[in-house]
């Protein structure tokens, strides 16, 4: 039965061998586990779906033996695993119609941990100083277990020092130097690494003999790793040594072929080197030294680092005709170097005639349909095994063109070459013929068995034959000839010099064949043009069959370039190109560097950049500085700076200042970009130039001359130790006093002096200096010194209460004169309080009164008032006192009744009886709005009733507050009325009850009970 080729299958998903995408993993199951299941997974895909079997220790699972099995899709589940009939080896098998592939190994272990022997263990007596071992003798377990010891009763573990080690490959307990602390009763403990199960050893007494104590010896090495450890690249290596002695034994350790890794580390007071990630490079011979003061002991061993192997090179799915050859390699590292085993469904692949097998190659000559299916490379050394799988295909079909057109057509023009593809599908490959017509061609094809015809004429055109034939049949594919005339383009202007800002056409005619369409493409600089995303710039018009004009609207200095018309048809295609030259603003000049640099200038060169096609008439030199908005033109010598220039000064630049400067260029155009700016460079000082501004001062404290500037910016200071120089003297004396200021920042000098008078004049100046001297001072100005804190108190103090929380306080000021208030500082406290404890609150200006809100009720109150300015605060006066009112009654107005007769409102409610400690009803406030609005009116009311007109329609919002002296109660419920519509409108928080009153009314009324508290 042959296989087809996939080409000639069509909609189908591609058939093929199995693959796996999982693979068992090893598994450990405890014995003791509550899942009583051990499910091994297996899944692979192929067309058609793979059937799965599995082998137990090389031997297939018969599932139907032992009800214990089940298969999964292509997972085996065992149920109550047995540790001595399923614990081993086992590996899956995939087959479908292709072939078949065994999976790696997967190995099943039980891990449990037994019970120690419940018989009784003698004791162990030594004497005082000697060494002494004490045997664990674990039960059997699996896998590894970890060993502590407990010393005399749980949980109170040995702990491990010098003197003391446990083994974790022996599991027994060492003690280099017995002492008479270590007397007791010692418990091996073992725990399983899978399942953290612990049993606990029946206890070992340990004794001390009375026949004396032990002297010293010299160390015996009792645990000391294998003479060969052999460990996985990448794992963490430990490697034990402890040895018994007296004086208790020091351990060292080094490594004969050289030192010992950076990364490893030493545990249990050196007893135990551990070497994590450990790598080839770590193997060698390692030694432990055990010494004390009586000698010395040592132990060698070797550590082999081996390595899983690893591909480097894997075999892969192939595909070949009958009678080929097949040569596959595969290649994999690993430390032992593996070893090279091939398989093919499963079954070991032998020589034989036709096969050979060399290491990690195979080479099968003259392929048959018999060689095909699933292959497997297996390397393996004696630390795990590797597969590579790949499929083997033979194809066998007889030509076909199904992935061809059965009828191909072909256009060319006069002169131009034709060449007629002949790609049948096919194996082996087919025998190919041609002819044109009925006729056959007698003539050479391609290599790839293609028909050429060069220099083609009308007499080419014609129906050609392609055969193609091989044993399994042939077929056919015909394929037309048309020999057209060829086209002729032809586009103008072919060159143009435009302004930016200009629009221009060009136009594109082709000359071709009657029979043929023609499109057209436009490209600039070898790009087709995207008219969507050119804004607008580029627009394509196709005014006749024959021609297409590209228009360019307000061109831009990106827009210059080569465009091309490329013309198309069926037969052929060419293009033909037009130059577009922009004029415009120059571009921007090249690098600016900073040639020479002063105190106020800056010598600057440039390189020209583009002109644009306009040549540079002046180019204009710009500088930034951390003190200027942006960049800012500055003056030049010479100037102008012509076009022809490539450097310039830069004039009037401040001293100490921190330039970048750039250069712009213009021409009859416009003005271009600017330059990258340059390096920023720093002006050298110099003398300050610029004195403080807004000299003045006043205020301070008494015998205290403010005097007070605008601070100079950093931009005008002109160097590195500036600082101020403040002048002054007494108006009608002729010497000036000079005091330095050396921060840059300040802003205000205090001179004081006891004996100057307040309100004295004096002549003030400010100047200014730095390293390299001293700058101009400031005009002269007159500034008084201080005039003093206030001296008198607010007289005539007064207080009102004026409600619960509020109490009016009025003064009189004092007498005009020296020390003159700004303002006033008010303290209040509370009877029985401190002073220190009460509130405060400042006035400004001329305010001789203030209202004290947020008080206590009925509280008694103690204020003092006195004056304050910038030099300080003034005597209090006399304290007065003052008491709060009463609270305003809690109880709001109850039984809200109303009657409506058109726009007024007749209210009625319950009188308000306030409490012992509230103060009494003066009146009512019947405080009513619109509904939307915030501004409310009031009516007052000395009676516990009121009408209410509402002159405006609409809804109206109404509520009554008791007030007192203490001010206003608590609000009665709301109520809602609507006016002028005659309907009347339901209230909020309405009982229903209803009572009839009389009224004079004609009207019919209705009186509603408002219950607050529904």
Not at 540 to 551: F, G, N, P, T
Request: aromatic share 8%; hydrophobic share 35%; proline share 6%.
């Amino acid at each position: 039965m042959y296989q087809y080729a996939e080409a000639d299958r069509q909609e189908e998903t591609p058939e093929s061998g199995p693959e796996f995408l999982q693979e068992p993993d090893d598994i450990v199951f405890a014995l003791d586990s509550k899942e009583r299941q051990v499910s091994m997974q297996c899944e692979a895909r192929g067309t058609p779906s793979p059937t799965y079997r599995w082998l137990h220790n090389g031997t297939e699972v018969d599932f139907s033996s032992d009800i214990r099995y089940s298969l999964m899709e292509g997972s085996f589940v065992i149920t109550n695993p047995n540790e001595s009939k399923d614990s081993g080896k086992y590996q899956c098998v995939a087959t479908n119609i292709f072939g078949t592939i065994i999976s790696k190994d997967a190995l099943l272990q039980f891990a449990y941990l037994g019970n120690f022997s419940g018989k009784a263990r003698g004791a162990v007596s030594v004497r005082e100083g000697q060494g002494v071992v004490l045997m664990c003798s674990p039960p059997d377990h699996s896998p590894e277990i970890t060993y502590s010891w407990v010393f005399n009763e749980f949980p109170s573990f040995v702990a491990e020092d010098s003197r003391r080690f446990i083994s974790q490959e022996t599991g027994n307990l060492y003690i280099s130097k017995v002492q008479p602390s270590d007397v007791g009763s010692y418990i091996c403990l073992v725990k399983n690494t899978v399942t953290n199960a612990k049993v606990l050893s029946p206890p070992t007494p340990l004794t001390l003999k009375t026949d004396g104590i032990m002297g010293e010896y010299e160390p015996k090495i009792e645990v000391h790793f294998p003479l060969t450890v052999t460990a996985a690249k990448g794992v963490t290596v430990k490697l034990e040594c402890f040895a018994l002695g007296n004086p208790v034994p020091t351990i060292t350790w080094r490594r004969l072929n050289g030192n010992i890794p950076s990364k490893a580390r030493l545990r249990k007071s050196q007893a135990v080197l551990e070497i994590p990630n450990v790598q080839l490079d770590d193997s060698g011979a390692y030694e432990c030294r055990a010494e004390n003061s009586r000698g010395k002991n040592t132990f060698r061993g070797q550590l082999q680092i081996y390595t899983y192997p690893r591909w480097i090179q894997m075999i892969n799915d192939t595909q070949l005709d009958s009678g080929e050859q097949l040569h596959w390699e595969c290649k994999a590292t690993g430390r032992p170097r593996p070893t090279y085993h091939w398989l093919r469904n499963g079954v070991p692949l032998v020589p034989q005639d036709r096969i050979e097998i060399v290491n990690g190659e195979v080479l099968i000559q003259n392929v048959r349909q018999a060689d095909a299916g699933m292959y497997q490379c297996k390397a393996e050394n004696k630390y795990g095994v590797i597969y590579s799988n790949a499929e083997l295909k033979i194809l066998a079909a007889a030509p076909s063109f199904q992935s061809s057109p059965a009828r191909n057509t072909v256009v060319v023009t006069v002169g131009k070459e034709i060449v007629i593809e002949c790609k049948p599908q096919a194996s082996p490959k087919p025998r190919i013929s041609w002819k044109k017509g009925d006729k056959s061609l007698q003539v050479s094809v391609l290599e790839n068995n293609s028909l050429r015809i060069i220099n083609s004429t009308k007499s080419d055109e014609g129906s050609y034959v392609c055969r193609g034939e091989n044993q399994f049949g042939s077929a056919e594919m015909t394929a037309s000839v048309w020999v057209k005339e060829p086209t002729r383009i032809e586009l103008s202007p072919a060159r143009m010099e435009v302004t930016v800002g200009e629009s221009v056409v060009l136009n594109c005619k082709a000359f071709h064949d009657p029979s043929l369409d023609v499109s057209f493409m436009w490209l600039l600089n070898g790009q087709p043009i995207n008219f969507q995303k050119e804004g607008g710039h580029f627009e394509y018009i196709r005014a006749q069959a024959s021609s297409a004009d590209l228009m360019i609207r307000n061109i831009l200095l990106k827009h210059a370039g080569k465009y091309g018309c490329r013309v198309q048809t069926i037969a052929d295609i060419l293009s033909s190109e037009a130059e577009l030259l922009v004029r415009g603003p120059p571009g921007p000049p090249g690098i600016v560097i900073v040639e020479e640099i002063t105190d106020t200038t800056a010598t600057l060169s440039w390189s020209r950049g583009v002109d644009n096609h306009s040549p540079i008439s002046a180019y204009n030199l710009q500088a930034r500085s951390p003190f200027s908005l942006g960049w800012q033109t500055v003056k030049t010598e010479p100037d102008p700076v012509t076009g022809d220039m490539e450097s310039a000064m830069a004039i009037e630049l401040n001293p100490w200042v921190e330039y970048e400067f750039r250069v712009v260029a213009s021409n009859g155009i416009g003005t271009g970009d600017p330059s990258v700016p340059s390096r920023i460079m720093r002006t050298n000082e110099a003398v300050p130039s610029v004195a403080p501004a807004n000299v003045s001062g006043g205020s301070g404290r008494r015998h205290e001359l403010v005097i007070t500037w605008e601070p100079v910016s950093e931009e005008f200071q002109n160097g590195e130790g500036f600082g101020y120089i403040v002048a002054f003297r007494a108006n009608g004396t002729r010497g000036w006093k000079e005091k330095m200021v050396t921060s840059a920042d300040a802003s205000k000098f205090i001179y004081r002096d006891e004996t100057v008078p307040p309100l004295t004049p004096f002549e003030v100046k400010v100047g200014v200096y730095n390293n390299k001297g001293d700058g101009p001072f400031s005009n002269i100005v007159t500034v008084y010194s201080a005039e003093g804190e206030p001296r008198e108190a607010p007289s005539e103090v007064k207080a009102v209460s004026i409600s619960a929380s509020e109490i009016l306080l009025q003064w009189k000021a004092p007498n005009p004169g020296p020390g003159r208030p700004q303002g006033y500082e008010v303290n209040f406290w509370k009877d029985m309080e401190q002073e220190e404890s009460g509130d405060k609150i400042k006035t400004l200006g001329n305010e001789t009164s203030v209202l004290l809100t947020g008080l206590e009720g009925n509280t008694l109150y103690h204020i003092t008032v006195k004056g304050y300015n910038s030099a300080g605060q003034g005597p209090a006066s006399t304290a007065v006192r003052a008491q709060t009112k009463k609270s305003p009654p809690s109880q709001a107005p109850g039984n809200l009744m109303w009657i409506q007769d058109g726009d007024h409102v007749s209210l009625g409610w319950e009188p308000v009886k306030p409490l012992d400690n509230e103060s009494d009803v003066i009146g009512y406030k019947v405080i009513f709005r619109q509904e939307g609005r915030t501004s409310s009116k009031v009516i007052e009311t000395s009676i516990p009733s009121a009408v209410v007109s509402l002159a405006e329609g609409g809804i109206y919002i109404i509520e009554v507050r008791a007030f007192s002296e203490g001010g206003e109660g608590t609000a009665s419920s709301q109520i809602r009325v609507l006016t002028s519509s005659g309907i009347w409108v339901s209230m909020l928080h309405c009982s229903t009850s209803l009572n009839a009153v009389s009224s004079n009314s004609t009207h019919v009324k209705v009186i509603l009970s408002v219950n607050k508290n529904v």
